[in-house]
């Protein structure tokens, strides 16, 4: 399990947003959206970034690190 | 959360029925192999696959491939490869074992075709190995 977390499903949903939605904005196929969104995918740095301009929102609001072992 | 197959994962499930059905036959009801019946396997497997990757590819719509297609191909290659180094270690171990007996249990005539068999398999087994792993890891999103 990656120890980065993330928020997606939930700031996808405020924007009435569908995962093949998203994944054609970001350029990603919707299983890697959704293997992100139950994290069980890392993406690299820059789809992370373009996942949270996407989303209008900051990187850190998106997505965060836990360091393994540290997860309620 | 159901999800369906993407472009990449249907394609590798298609090479793997492909592979399987042409090389199985050959491999494991191995009757009166010979040159012209690899030749004939090879040219099965290229046509087989150039018909089930077009009606995938018609019946896709969305085919792109994006960075984790990516990691998950290398993941492939590099089992594959592993697979095919430690085949052919095997394979020159066995050889090695049998030149240092001094002797080879294999009429002369049959020795081409034998070892023909050994390194084509040896390919089909990495292959398959290589479709394998890919598929797995899709299913385990990675």
Redesign the interface.
Known sequence: MPSIRNQIRELRAARNMTQQELADKV??????V??IE?D??S??LE?AFKVATVLGVRLEECFQYEPRGKRS | ?A???????KSLYASLVAELAVYGPYFFLHRQNSVNRVAGMILAIIVLQIILQSIIAAFTR?R??????RLIELRGYRVGYFTLASLMILGLGMLWFHAALGHFPIEGRWVGLHFLNVFFGMLVISDIAKTTTQIVT?R???
């Open positions: 350029g990603v196929t919707r299983q890697t959704i293997a139950q069980r995918y993406p690299s789809t | 959360m999800t369906s197959l993407s472009y990449r994962e969305n792109i491939t994006d960075e984790r297609d899709y385990r999103a990675l």
